[in-house]
T-cell receptor, first 116, second 114 residues
């Protein structure tokens, strides 16, 4: 069964450093998403991406965040200057553009980001 | 309650017993998903149920959906110690742009005692 894959599974970085989290969505999917889960809290929507541009973003997704689809298979989340409070699990998701499936998102296993 | 609110927040049972978790939501949905998460780990997809479905089964899992009450339940039968985890429901919500996001609940922490 096709799946969303995320790398690395755990990323450790120093405060102030830039970090890039990588995701490979399911191959025929065209909608892409990032979510965040701070330890002990809910999974929260960050951003959705379609047709090479951001469709929607939450108030969490400020100027230090950016997303990109650098090639035909990868989808990345960049945090420019990490803060301690960016420590969280980050989940990538994708969905099929076909009508009736667009609202079904498939999630990756997540990348745990630890900012020291 | 918030969209995708689970109850109870915590549940402790003996191995072999059944565990039932509930999820309530506020707005209309197209589908609802249940996930499991072990402490500090990623999401494991359990079951997706569409709004036109009332019940789905997968192994020892049974999910029901009552759209009139805006609620869903997850039943784990004959629980095992390995079922110890947090369980979340997630419901889809549409933006004005026509794209979707998922709204997750705070989860039920299930502890199965051996």
């Amino acid at each position: 069964e096709p799946e969303v894959t995320q790398t690395p599974s755990h990323q450790v970085t120093q405060m102030g450093q830039e970090v890039i989290l990588r995701c490979v969505p399911i191959s025929n999917h065209l909608y892409f998403y990032w979510y965040r889960q701070i330890l002990g809290q809910k999974v929260e929507f960050l951003v959705s991406f379609y047709n090479n541009e951001i469709s929607e973003k939450s108030e969490i997704f400020d100027d230090q965040f950016s997303v990109e689809r650098p090639d035909g298979s990868n989808f990345t989340l960049k945090i420019r200057s990490t803060k301690l409070e960016d420590s969280a699990m980050y989940f990538c998701a994708s969905s099929d553009p076909e009508w009736g499936n667009k609202n079904i998102q498939y999630f990756g296993a997540g990348t745990r980001l630890s900012v020291l | 309650s918030q969209q995708g609110e689970e109850d109870p927040q915590a549940l402790s049972i003996q191995e072999g017993e059944n565990a039932t978790m509930n999820c309530s939501y506020k707005t209309s949905i197209n589908n609802l998903q249940w996930y499991r998460q072990n402490s500090g780990r990623g999401l494991v997809h359990l079951i997706l149920i569409r709004s036109n479905e009332r019940e789905k089964h997968s192994g020892r899992l049974r999910v029901t959906l009552d759209t009139s009450k805006k609620s869903s339940s997850l039943l784990i039968t004959a629980s095992r110690a390995a079922d110890t985890a947090s369980y979340f429901c997630a419901t889809d919500a549409i933006f004005t742009s026509g794209t979707y996001k998922y709204i997750f609940g705070t989860g039920t922490r299930l502890k199965v005692l051996a």
